[in-house]
């Protein structure tokens, strides 16, 4: 089996979400990272691919030159795909100029800065003949595809209430005004776009449940606030859901819920039972029943389908992490590219989230900013 | 110290709640069941009567003739106080009668049917110089007193978000249709009022998250629903919440939540740190700080202020339950009664929910069922 | 139905486990106490009486004078049977007294200071016609008996492994030298007899085994230790554990396990299954399986059996605790007696623990400090 | 920074634990796989570097063969060091002959089939001059580092008390009989040694306590059992231990303890404090202390010493699971090849376990067996 060839845009030494991409797409053995525009400063882009193993003619002071250079080098050296991990403003330049440049593109979420983007992108990514996949990541937890495949073949029975929560306490203080890089993006428009949390989190919460559940929003009403001194993007949200089938719902997401950490929780509730499951412990799935006792699975543990157990990688009682769910995203995606490479026709319904998942995770991020604005009032999805 | 003596209106044999009342009523001790007008069958109400103890002459046909008869009787013999554990629309009449013929009164909850009778009831009760106490029991775990200690010395920094759920899957299916009293009344408007779920736990977690923060809600906008076939009252609802010192939150309660028993949980987050409780496991209290380690606080045990540890019946890791909860309302209620017998004015701020919390609680039914009618439109509370 | 009349021997106001079983034997409403010899000091045992309501002329100076004043008061207001809740080396005598003297006896364990106290006592009750019961309060638990089912109907196959531990930290330091009543008795051994932690916790950890499982310990290898300074009996010990049938296990307690509270936890092993039950959160057994996932029963929930349901107060959901566990005790324990009253013969397996239970239980110590004696060599414990 | 280029004896694809080591050495980018021995059969061999990205040439059929071509390579070519991923028998033969070929080693546990074979190895090691490490990879987890810091610096005072399970039911049916390769070998002394569970498991337990805590255990008196039909080595253990500073303690092993899965947990108390941590669930460190409440500690979170922090891949509330603390071994023995290649000593007590861990190892194997046989006598361990 040949490995895949990556290059990245963003991520130098030092960044968080870089260094996870690297590391998922490194833990299955299927993709070399080759080349990168690791910063807008070639200094910086050639010290990152210093540490991280790569030749000097390989590091990029932009994505254009990396992009431009890399088409012309022959098949067997050029980088396959791009890797985008900057921040949501720097999402749409390189996704459409690589897509156009005949390169594969996997890229962090929110998809793009503003909705119209978002709707380019879907454009491009069809009429490049190309894979595009956005990392979700939460989905590639093999709890979370357990959660799926029983909502799929109905041991739930109908969906009537989607519970979800994304809490965070990092923004409890101003963080973004101490030189914290993460913060400071987070907190402009400029480079967030008009969603803070929402775009950040939130997306990543209303991803969650329209995957498992396979049912999606209708409508919403959010309640926004920015409680940060000065901050104008939204650091909290509350926000009501109806669902396409009648489900109803509740969401809360924030980034000043002080002391938590990365507690992304959903609770889904049908006719014949429930599932419930959290990210900060990530391999149990509790699943409650009408009239049998509570359930605790585990990946690859007793009872669990195979639409879970395939992303298994080590035994139960071993727990995976974030990384591994991360990773599964990656693998998906190689192997969505080995396919297309021995002349498989591009997946119409990809075992990893797309362009399309990304377009819903936009207009969220609008409706959510529309329906504050309009004191919590309904606004479609559709 | 000589024991105070209790009347019962409704809580026949085979009664949930009545059951729970009297075993609240006997842990610590103070108080004796003298009384009953358990059923509006007379035959029933002595068959309950011979079964707890009581003699035939103190088991009434109604509560009318209860309160007549014992208010003829020698002091040294009355019934002092009266218990009401009733359905709803059973709170007023017998509270207002008892009230008015010098009884205390302690009734179960939501106050009563409508919400004119709610504020009917405030005056009667001020006017009655008599002592009332609705039994919203959840206050009484040691845990939410640690939380509500914790957040009124400050330790938590300002409050700024509040969500708060109560979970029920009891109603899942039509069970008030096999002959389920519990479930045929609840789901009744002539016995519940106009809230189904709501009345009978939504009230609950309004209560608790007001009693825990001391901060009060503002307004709600509320989506109820009634998923169950036929049912006019809802059985689910999700409703955001603003509060009047500027905090958000949300709130989500359901009987029709598949799997779940009795899942009341609140999660409390100030500038500073944050309280995360759960009732089905009530013996602790997850706190989680800015800057220092998530601690849990247990009754009783090291760190827990003298205004939790007060109310703890036994050592530290010796498990107190829903029971318990319920007794110290009831004691709480006891040592009033005793204080006034003693010659004490009536507290103005006492140790358990008042009527004053039970108008509340119709004011939060009649604005989420407002609100509701109105797309979830905002509605005040104040 | 009438209410059984209750003396008791110790539990002066201010006593740790009086006060529990005082509230253990109201919560059913089946038993008043009517008596008793609080103190060893008159003065301070009239004061108890005061306090708990009981009359001054039924407040006696010594369990002696108890006895024989109740014995020749007329039966109707006469004590029916005496609660002994005094230090180990009280046990013996006041119980042996009031079995002669025709009351039955409901004594806290361990049964005697001495393993020849136990088999006198053993022969006494026998001679008595009286019904005695222990308080091995932890077999009360709806949840122990769920597991107590499990294994009786098979459920988890044929039993292989018994991993037992009870820890406690509140003796690491030397709290006994700081006036602690409740340390001072315990470390002192002839208040204690011979065992420690032993004695106070490792009975109840062995009569717990046993009590689930059905299957007697065969032989144990024990290494007790005094950490404690000073310290003439053990506060910390680890056991091997053989059983009659084969399986194998291992015991371990402490009461300087430092910040542990009440830690008294069983994991038991079967061909089909395990259960896994901890008494600082009762309401939950973890039951795994060889080839289905993992479950959790809760009190009253789905799936339980009639032989831990008929134990429930209270729906499930909502928690009950040491008392309610405690209660249990008492509540068969009146049973049995209305029964005997009602002209049934005793009891030959009755559903609380018995002096067969004690006995039992003072063997274990005796076989333990043998063994830790001889450098944890095996000591047969039949 | 260059990559270390990595062989692999053993780990043929389908094997476990092989895939794990090649994911857990790949995670962190430091590493490149160039060639292996992957079965002793060459057509295997083969068949497995193709999947893995190898070229056939460096697919070997044998260790020998692999050893002895890959010396003969080119430096810039050639593997640096070889991981021993074999079954027990497996462990000495290419260990000893790669250290005196001049290549590292970095192997799985337990160190070898025998102790003689240890302590020759602990020789070779030494005069090799070249790295070797063992892959007690539990030792690897952020908050297993934690409790072993915490230790260090006494925050827990004098350590009395610790107790070790590892508890797994794979074998609880005669799994070795239906051509379950993982099983077959581990029941069979041939290949496993004179431990079954003991070698497999239980080393893992003592290598856990003795790296958190750094007290070595000085006696233990063991006693194991084969409950599996017709199996020769032990499937399950109950052990006292005695430790150097006069700790006392327990551990119990299994894998017939149905329904688990992979249960390794730790208990350990010193005068001011304790900590607990389990496994499959390990981004917890579970703190009690003497006065203060309880707190939980998280990899990378509030009041983590960066002893645990430096370890930790992502921020806190991201988990980590199974492969990143094995691939912390990986990493921690790269920084040392590393170090060595640019001209540091190797050293004395690095951050990964060492031959002196696997010597340890065998020890206590070989104690535990001499114990058991003489009815869990008490074997010294040094």
């Not at 190309?130 to 959660?147: D, R, S």
């Not at 509730?269 to 419930?276: A, H, M, N, P, R």
């Not at 395939?310 to 769910?325: D, M, N, S």
Request: proline share 4%; hydrophobic share 35%; net charge neutral.
């Amino acid at each position: 089996m040949s490995r895949l060839k990556m290059g990245m845009v963003g991520g130098g030494i030092g960044s968080f979400i870089g260094d996870v991409h690297r590391k998922a797409a490194s833990i299955d053995g299927m993709i070399d990272l080759v080349c990168g525009a690791f910063s807008s400063s070639k200094e910086k882009s050639l010290a990152s691919a210093k540490e991280l193993g790569i030749s000097d003619d390989r590091a990029y002071g932009s994505f254009e030159e990396m992009i431009k250079k890399e088409a012309k080098l022959p098949e067997e050296k050029r980088m396959e795909f791009v890797a985008i991990v900057t921040p949501n403003h720097m999402h749409f330049p390189p996704t459409k100029m690589a897509l156009e440049h005949g390169f594969h593109v996997i890229c962090d979420k929110p998809l793009s800065l503003t909705l119209d983007e978002a709707i380019e992108l879907e454009k491009t990514v069809s009429s490049s003949g190309k894979v595009f996949a956005l990392t979700h990541n939460y989905t590639g937890y093999p709890m979370v595809k357990q959660a799926k495949a029983m909502i799929a073949k109905g041991d739930l029975g109908t969906i009537r209430k989607i519970n979800v929560h994304y809490l965070q306490g990092w923004l409890s203080t101003a963080v973004e005004k101490t030189g914290q890089k993460q913060a400071a993006w987070r907190v402009d428009p400029k480079r967030s776009g008009i969603g803070g949390a929402l775009g950040d989190i939130g997306t990543h919460a209303e991803n969650l449940i329209e995957y498992i559940t396979d049912i999606k929003i209708n409508a919403i009403a959010a309640d926004l606030t920015a409680f940060g001194d000065g901050r104008s993007l939204d650091d909290d949200g509350n926000v009501l859901l109806r669902f396409e089938n009648g489900a109803k719902g509740i969401m809360s997401f924030s980034q000043i819920a002080t002391g938590e950490e990365n507690n992304l929780g959903v609770k889904i509730y049908g006719t014949k039972g429930s599932v419930e499951w959290y990210q900060e412990n990530p391999n149990q799935l509790i699943v409650k029943w009408l009239d049998k006792p509570k359930q605790i699975y585990t990946p690859g543990g007793n009872g669990t389908y195979p639409e879970s157990s395939a992303y298994v990688r080590i035994p139960a009682g071993h727990p995976e992490g974030y990384l591994e769910g991360f990773a599964t995203i990656y693998r998906s995606f190689a192997k969505e590219l080995l396919g297309v490479k021995n002349g498989k026709d591009i997946s119409t319904n990809p075992d990893f989230p797309t362009v399309i998942d990304g377009v819903r995770g936009m207009k969220f991020i609008y409706a959510a900013v529309e329906s504050s604005k309009n004191n919590a009032s309904w606004i479609k999805m559709n």
